[in-house]
C-alpha cells in the first residue's frame, strides 16, 4: 500500500483506524463472531514512513500472541526517535496491546510504530479487537500516597529535576517530584552528555595531573571574554553565580557516580570555549559508546528514584503538569497547584524547585514583543524536546519573581521550512550553512554577517535579527559535490542523521518552494523573490573581499536556499542568587522558600557568554545541588 508523507500520513491514517475501529486498510474488521480468528504463524516485515525516514520492522506472531518485535532498518534521530522504536516495541511485545504509552518527545515515531504493527498484524489476520486493548498509564505514579509528606516539592524531571530530589532524599529529607510527561529526562535526554566540571573526587583520583579546580573554573567563566565582550560587562552575568555553579559542578559529578552514572573519560578543557583557563571537562554516559547521549545519564537517575521510593524517602508523579505556586499571606511558599487527567491539587511543602526548564516550546512567550523583554520572533521552528512549555515562569512571576535577559534564546540557523510553515513546528530538515563557499543574504539581498564565525551568540543574533528570521544560502551548484558531507541533516544538526546522497536536497531543489537553482546568480535571485542587482552587487563585494574564502561565481549555476530558524534552548530566567534563590524584580530579595535549577535560571547569569561542551548539564547538576540543599535546610528550620 503506498503511503502518504509523514507525519500527517500516520494522523490520517490513525484517526480513520480509530473511528472505523479496524485494521486491514481501515475496512471490515474480519469479526463479528463470538471469538476471533487466528492468526497465522510467521514473521510480518513491514516498511513504514517515520519521523527523519522510513523504517523497517518485523512482528513474530503464533495464532494467539506477539511473540516479539524486531526493528530491522531505520534512520531516526538518535536518541529520540531511534531510541523510541525499541522502547515501545517491548512495550507492545510485553502488555500484548499496541495502545501503550509512546516515548516523550519522540511521539511521531511512538505513534507511526503503533501503526507499522497494525499494519504487520493486519497481514497476519488479527482483528480490531485483537491486541486492542487499552495498556497506557493514565497517571503514572511511584510512592505518592495521601499521608506522604514532603520537605520539598520539585517540579519537573529533567536531569535538574531528578538530581534535586535524589539530593534531598540522599540527605535525609522526604520530596514530591511532579513531572507533566509520562516519563524522565526533559531537555537533558537530547544532549551529547558533555559535562563541564572541576574538582570532583573522580578527577582527583583518575586525573590528578589535571589541575582544574573549582576556583580555576570560576575564575575562567568571570574573566572569559566572547567577540571582546567581558563576561563581567555581559547583562545579566553575576560574578557570585558563576563562582558557585563552579564549586558545585564537581560534587554533583561524584554524587551522579554514586547514583550510577557511568564516565567514558575527562579531557583537559570543553570545546568550543572562549575563555583562556582550561579546568577540565567530563563527559557522562555509559561506557564504550562514542560520545554518549543524555538518555544515558538519565536512565540510572530514574533506577536510583526507586531505591528512594522504596525508603519513603521520595515519591513521584508523573503526568501531573504543576500550575501554580501556593504562598502563604506573608509571601512564604506553602506549595503547588497541580493538575492530571483527574483534575486539580493542592500539595503541600515548605520549599519548592522549580526544575521545569526554559520555554523553548511556548510560542506564545517566543512571539512576545521585545518591548517587553521578550524575543519577538516573526517566524520560526523549534529543535526542543516538546517539554520546555514555559507554564513556571509565569507561575513564578505571580508570586513576584523577577525575570532577566528573556529576550535571549539559543536558535539552530539553517532550518529548511519546506512550504508548509508554522510556529512552532519540529525541525524536520536542517541545512549545513557554513560550508566552504555559502554566502548569507537577508531578505533585502545584503549579508548580514560573517558566513564563518565561530561565535554562537553572533551566529544566534543573525537569524534572531533578521527580517522573519530568514537566511538566504547562496552558492554556486558546482560547490557541492566537493562538500564532505550532505547539504541536509534531517531533524537538527544533533540527531546525526544525514540526508544520504542528497536525496532530499535534490527535491527541495525541483521542488522550487524553498530552493531555486538558476543558470546564473541573477536568475536564481529572481526565482527566489530577491532582487537581483541587490544581489549582485552583495556577492561583487563578497568576492572582491573574500580572502580565501571560495569565490562564488555569478556566471555558473547557483543555488539559493531560504532557511529560518529554530529555538533550542532559552538563555535567559528568573532572577536568583548564589543560594539557587528565586529573587524578586529588585534582584535582591528572595522568594522564601522557593528555588530554581537548570534552564529556568538562565544560562547567561552563571557563564555570561562563554559558550562551551558541558554548559548545559552543568546548569542542571551543579544548580540541582545547590537548590536542593539550600531547600532543604530551610524546610527543616
Same mark, same amino acid.
Given at each position: 500500500m503506498k503511503k502518504l508523507r509523514k507525519p500527517l500520513a500516520g494522523l490520517v491514517i490513525l484517526l480513520l483506524c480509530l473511528s472505523l475501529f479496524t485494521f486491514a486498510g481501515?475496512?471490515?474488521?474480519?469479526?463479528?463472531? &463470538?471469538?476471533?480468528?487466528?492468526?497465522?504463524?510467521?514473521?510480518?516485515?513491514?516498511?513504514? $514512513?517515520?519521523?527523519?525516514? *522510513?523504517?523497517? #520492522?518485523?512482528?513474530?506472531? &503464533?495464532?494467539?500472541? #506477539?511473540?516479539?518485535? %524486531?526493528i530491522v532498518a531505520q534512520q531516526e534521530s538518535t536518541g529520540i526517535g531511534a531510541r523510541a522504536l525499541p522502547i515501545v516495541s517491548h512495550s507492545i511485545v510485553e502488555l500484548q496491546s499496541v495502545e501503550v504509552d509512546g516515548m516523550s518527545g519522540a511521539t511521531i515515531t511512538s505513534n507511526e510504530l503503533k501503526l507499522a504493527v497494525r499494519?504487520?498484524?493486519?497481514?497476519?489476520?488479527?482483528?480490531?479487537?485483537?491486541?486492542?486493548?487499552?495498556?497506557?498509564?493514565?497517571?503514572?505514579?511511584?510512592?505518592? %500516597?495521601?499521608? !506522604?509528606?514532603? &520537605?520539598? #516539592?520539585?517540579?519537573?524531571?529533567?536531569?535538574?529535576?531528578?538530581?534535586?530530589?535524589?539530593?534531598?532524599?540522599?540527605?535525609?529529607?522526604?520530596?514530591?517530584?511532579?513531572?507533566?510527561?509520562?516519563?524522565?529526562?526533559?531537555?537533558?535526554?537530547?544532549?551529547g552528555g558533555a559535562y563541564a566540571h572541576? @574538582?570532583?573526587?573522580?578527577?582527583?583520583? !583518575?586525573?590528578?595531573?589535571?589541575?582544574?579546580?573549582?576556583?580555576?573554573?570560576?575564575?575562567?567563566?568571570? %574573566?572569559?571574554?566572547?567577540? =571582546?565582550?567581558?563576561? /563581567?560587562?555581559?547583562?545579566?552575568?553575576?560574578?557570585?553565580?558563576?563562582?558557585?555553579?563552579?564549586?558545585?559542578?564537581?560534587?554533583?559529578?561524584?554524587?551522579?557516580?554514586?547514583? =550510577?552514572?557511568?564516565?567514558? @573519560?575527562?579531557?583537559?578543557?570543553?570545546? +568550543?570555549?572562549?575563555?583562556?583557563?582550561?579546568?577540565?571537562?567530563?563527559?557522562?554516559g555509559v561506557p564504550n559508546l562514542s560520545g554518549g547521549r543524555g538518555y544515558d545519564i538519565i536512565e540510572p537517575l530514574v533506577d536510583m528514584l526507586q531505591i528512594y521510593v522504596g525508603s519513603r524517602r521520595l515519591a513521584y508523579l508523573l503526568n501531573t503538569k504543576?500550575?501554580?505556586?501556593?504562598? *502563604?499571606?506573608?509571601g512564604k511558599v506553602t506549595g503547588v497547584k497541580a493538575e492530571d487527567k483527574s483534575g486539580s491539587k493542592n500539595y503541600s511543602a515548605k520549599a519548592v524547585i522549580l526544575a521545569s526548564g526554559g520555554f523553548a516550546d511556548n510560542i506564545e512567550m517566543l512571539m512576545k514583543p521585545v518591548s517587553e523583554g521578550y524575543p519577538g520572533l516573526k517566524k520560526f521552528g523549534s529543535s526542543s524536546g516538546g517539554q520546555s512549555i514555559g507554564n513556571m515562569f509565569d507561575a513564578a512571576m505571580k508570586v513576584g519573581a523577577g525575570t532577566y535577559r528573556m529576550e535571549v534564546t539559543r536558535f539552530d540557523g539553517g532550518m529548511i521550512e519546506a512550504g508548509y510553515h508554522f510556529n512552532g513546528k519540529k525541525v524536520e530538515m536542517e541545512a549545513r550553512y557554513s560550508q566552504a563557499g555559502i554566502v548569507w543574504l537577508n531578505k533585502a539581498g545584503v549579508r548580514p554577517e560573517n558566513e564563518w564565525t565561530t561565535d554562537n551568540f553572533q551566529r544566534w543574533a543573525v537569524w534572531r535579527e533578521a527580517q522573519d528570521q530568514t537566511i538566504y544560502l547562496v552558492f554556486n551548484e558546482s560547490m557541492v559535490? =566537493?562538500?564532505?558531507?550532505?547539504?541536509?541533516?534531517?531533524?537538527?544538526?544533533?540527531?546525526?542523521?544525514?540526508?544520504?546522497?542528497?536525496?532530499? !536536497?535534490?527535491?527541495?531543489?525541483?521542488?522550487?518552494?524553498?530552493?531555486?537553482?538558476a543558470d546564473t546568480l541573477a536568475g536564481a535571485a529572481a526565482k527566489a523573490g530577491l532582487d537581483p542587482a541587490t544581489v549582485a552587487a552583495t556577492i561583487a563585494d563578497y568576492n572582491a573581499?573574500?580572502?580565501?574564502?571560495?569565490?562564488?561565481?555569478?556566471?555558473?549555476?547557483?543555488?539559493?536556499?531560504? /532557511?529560518?530558524?529554530?529555538?533550542?534552548?532559552?538563555? @535567559?530566567?528568573?532572577?536568583?542568587?548564589?543560594?539557587?534563590?528565586?529573587?524578586?524584580?529588585?534582584?535582591?530579595? $528572595? #522568594?522564601?522558600?522557593?528555588?530554581?535549577? +537548570?534552564?529556568?535560571?538562565?544560562?547567561?547569569?552563571?557563564?555570561?557568554?562563554?559558550?562551551?561542551?558541558?554548559?548545559?548539564? %552543568?546548569?542542571?547538576?551543579?544548580?540541582?545541588?545547590?537548590?536542593?540543599?539550600?531547600?532543604?535546610?530551610?524546610?527543616?528550620?
Open positions: 481501515c475496512g471490515d474488521d474480519g469479526g463479528g463472531g &463470538d471469538s476471533d480468528p487466528l492468526m497465522r504463524p510467521g514473521e510480518y516485515e513491514v516498511t513504514w $514512513p517515520g519521523f527523519e525516514h *522510513d523504517f523497517t #520492522i518485523k512482528v513474530a506472531v &503464533d495464532e494467539y500472541s #506477539i511473540l516479539s518485535i %524486531t499494519e504487520a498484524l493486519t497481514n497476519a489476520g488479527a482483528t480490531s479487537k485483537m491486541f486492542a486493548a487499552d495498556k497506557r498509564t493514565p497517571v503514572p505514579y511511584n510512592g505518592y %500516597t495521601e499521608d !506522604f509528606s514532603p &520537605d520539598v #516539592i520539585v517540579v519537573g524531571g529533567g536531569l535538574a529535576g531528578l538530581y534535586a530530589a535524589l539530593n534531598v532524599a540522599k540527605n535525609g529529607g522526604n520530596v514530591l517530584l511532579l513531572e507533566q510527561n509520562s516519563s524522565f529526562g526533559g531537555s537533558s535526554s537530547y544532549s572541576a @574538582g570532583s573526587e573522580y578527577q582527583k583520583a !583518575f586525573y590528578p595531573s589535571l589541575a582544574g579546580t573549582a576556583a580555576t573554573y570560576a575564575n575562567w567563566l568571570i %574573566t572569559g571574554t566572547n567577540a =571582546g565582550v567581558l563576561n /563581567t560587562n555581559v547583562d545579566g552575568f553575576k560574578t557570585e553565580l558563576a563562582t558557585k555553579m563552579a564549586e558545585r559542578t564537581g560534587p554533583a559529578l561524584d554524587n551522579m557516580i554514586a547514583w =550510577g552514572v557511568r564516565v567514558t @573519560g575527562l579531557t583537559n578543557q570543553a570545546s +568550543g570555549a572562549y575563555c583562556g583557563t582550561n579546568f577540565g571537562s567530563s563527559r557522562v504543576a500550575t501554580e505556586i501556593l504562598v *502563604d499571606a506573608t559535490a =566537493g562538500w564532505p558531507n550532505p547539504c541536509l541533516y534531517l531533524g537538527n544538526y544533533a540527531t546525526g542523521a544525514a540526508d544520504r546522497d542528497n536525496v532530499r !536536497f535534490n527535491e527541495l531543489v525541483a521542488e522550487e518552494r524553498v530552493a531555486w537553482k573581499n573574500r580572502g580565501n574564502r571560495l569565490e562564488l561565481n555569478p556566471a555558473q549555476p547557483c543555488i539559493i536556499l531560504e /532557511t529560518i530558524a529554530s529555538v533550542k534552548g532559552t538563555l @535567559g530566567g528568573l532572577l536568583s542568587n548564589e543560594k539557587a534563590e528565586i529573587l524578586k524584580p529588585d534582584n535582591s530579595t $528572595p #522568594i522564601l522558600g522557593l528555588y530554581g535549577a +537548570g534552564e529556568i535560571l538562565g544560562d547567561i547569569g552563571s557563564t555570561g557568554q562563554s559558550w562551551f561542551g558541558g554548559v548545559c548539564l %552543568t546548569l542542571c547538576a551543579g544548580w540541582g545541588d545547590e537548590a536542593s540543599n539550600n531547600a532543604l535546610v530551610y524546610a527543616k528550620q
